[in-house]
């Protein structure tokens, strides 16, 4: 322990720190001073789709940080569905978790994520910050929705420990999210801090079985979440929380893995920090080991963000013992992750994507014939976590089949009508039932002409009447879309 005031800003205490860090660059290329960090000792990188053209590309990036230093952490959210790093340009070739959990079968689970994890392991990724164990509690939660496997917590343990096995079955770190669970929060913790005003009691009912199958499934990570759950964490989130790192996870659940938090560029965790190098030492100090800093990255930060927990080390915020921990765990994953994974050869990708996609589709009605419909995709916002990936199923209809994209607030129904001159009606979406306009538009349609909907978000209770079917995908991937078009009939 150094007490305060004592002056530490030595390399020792400069490299356990960098050894804490993720951070991440702009472009295809590593920039130098991400990569003579990383042979310094930062523990790595986290990748965006800004950093993904191709995957030879990705292939010699990744390839380049760990020339720098063989046991690099190379991370990227890649969850497979709505959320996708590698498939950023044209949307994910598997299904997400929404669809899984709908599925119900664990070892199609297993299977998917092993095969997300090899496409990880032939670009040279080691992290996977997936799967999102949230149970989705709030069916109108804005940042989880068709990321959680569902609403019933014994069957998305179940699933979270499929994924963790599927993930590191194939050696690939899994990261088990958002701890202690996002899925009842009404708020996106991108853009403020939410509150889930839950006792305990409920959150080991409700929230904590998913993360507890994730941990005794061998997860070698867990994430944390910017939310506030007064009961546990005060005023602050889980992710400045000793009571929630250490009593809850370390202590109550027996995790002895790398606690990796959330971005702290985050909102949930910024705002409360006064910004995002000032959250390191918060977040360190609670009993994280690995702090993903964000997206918005560059070499200022990073070393704003080394001085300012050099600087907490000093006057005593934050124990050097603790610092030293935090660096242990994060170099003992680094080293379980370094082997290269071996990359066997499967059916994955499309293939198996689409086979998990089509058992995903639920019918409610009787498809009429769809032949040269109309087809109406009701555009939508991405959220933050998604970004704009494309989605639908427009990229799948065959060349008689006429494809459109509308704003629900700005179009009507009898411009719509019009545009069909008498064909069917097909109008896909994204939670059409808290889409602006959505609804309106749908009922007004229905009211003359033959309608079709396919909902890919998370599904609601809303069925508009006088609609002669109603398809849920539960997610919006490249393999939804393709699904969805063959089970209207409206592929070539």
């Not at 170099?331 to 293939?351: D, F, K």
């Amino acid at each position: 322990m150094i007490r305060p005031g004592v002056e530490v800003r030595t390399v020792t205490v400069r490299r356990l720190v960098l050894g804490t860090l993720l951070a991440a660059f702009r472009g295809p290329v590593a920039p130098r001073w991400a990569v003579d960090l990383v042979a310094e000792g930062l523990a790595g990188h986290v990748l965006f789709g800004f950093n993904v053209v191709d995957g030879d590309q990705l292939a010699l990036l990744s390839a380049t940080l760990r020339d720098a230093r063989s046991d690099v952490l190379i991370g990227i959210d890649e969850e497979g569905g709505d959320v996708t790093r590698l498939g950023h340009l044209d949307g994910s070739p598997y299904p997400g978790n929404g669809a899984l959990g709908a599925i119900g079968d664990t070892e199609l689970t297993e299977r998917i994520y092993a095969a997300i994890g090899r496409d990880l392991a032939r670009v040279g990724i080691n992290l996977n910050l997936a799967p999102s164990v949230d149970v989705n509690a709030v069916a109108d939660n804005p940042i989880i929705g068709t990321r959680s496997f569902g609403t019933d917590p014994a069957c998305v343990a179940l699933h979270s420990a499929a994924a963790v096995r599927g993930l590191q079955g194939v050696g690939i770190a899994a990261c088990a999210k958002h701890f202690p669970g996002h899925g009842a929060t009404r708020v996106d913790s991108h853009v403020d801090l939410p509150t889930v005003d839950a006792s305990l009691d409920v959150l080991r009912s409700r929230d904590l079985p998913p993360f507890a199958a994730a941990i005794a499934a061998g997860a070698k990570s867990v994430m944390t979440a910017h939310i506030r759950l007064p009961e546990l964490t005060g005023s602050d989130p889980a992710t400045f929380s000793s009571a929630a790192l250490g009593t809850l996870l370390r202590g109550e659940l027996g995790f002895t893995g790398a606690i990796i938090t959330d971005a702290l560029e985050m909102q949930g965790a910024a705002r409360v920090a006064g910004g995002t190098a000032p959250g390191a030492a918060l977040a360190l100090a609670a009993g994280a080991d690995l702090l993903c800093i964000g997206a918005d990255v560059d070499e200022a930060l990073v070393e704003a963000i080394v001085a300012d927990v050099i600087t907490a080390v000093e006057d005593g915020r934050l124990s050097l013992t603790r610092l030293e921990e935090a660096a242990a765990r994060a170099a003992e994953l680094a080293a379980w992750a370094a082997p290269p994974a071996a990359v066997t050869h499967a059916v994955t990708g499309t293939g198996l994507g689409l086979v998990a996609a089509r058992r995903a589709i639920t019918v409610e009605g009787v498809l009429p014939p769809l032949a040269g419909a109309l087809v109406v995709q009701l555009e939508s916002a991405s959220t933050i976590a998604e970004g704009p990936v494309p989605w639908g199923v427009h990229p799948h209809v065959a060349p008689n089949v006429t494809p459109i994209r509308a704003t629900a607030t700005a179009t009507s129904a009898a411009q719509l009508r019009a545009a069909a001159a008498g064909r069917p009606i097909v109008v896909a979406g994204r939670n059409l039932h808290r889409l602006a306009g959505a609804a309106a538009l749908i009922d007004a349609l229905a009211e003359t002409d033959c309608v079709v909907v396919v909902e890919m978000g998370w599904p609601s209770t809303w069925r508009p009447a006088g609609v002669a079917a109603f398809l849920t995908t539960y997610g919006a991937s490249r393999a939804n879309g393709r699904a969805a078009a063959e089970a209207l009939g409206l592929v070539a």
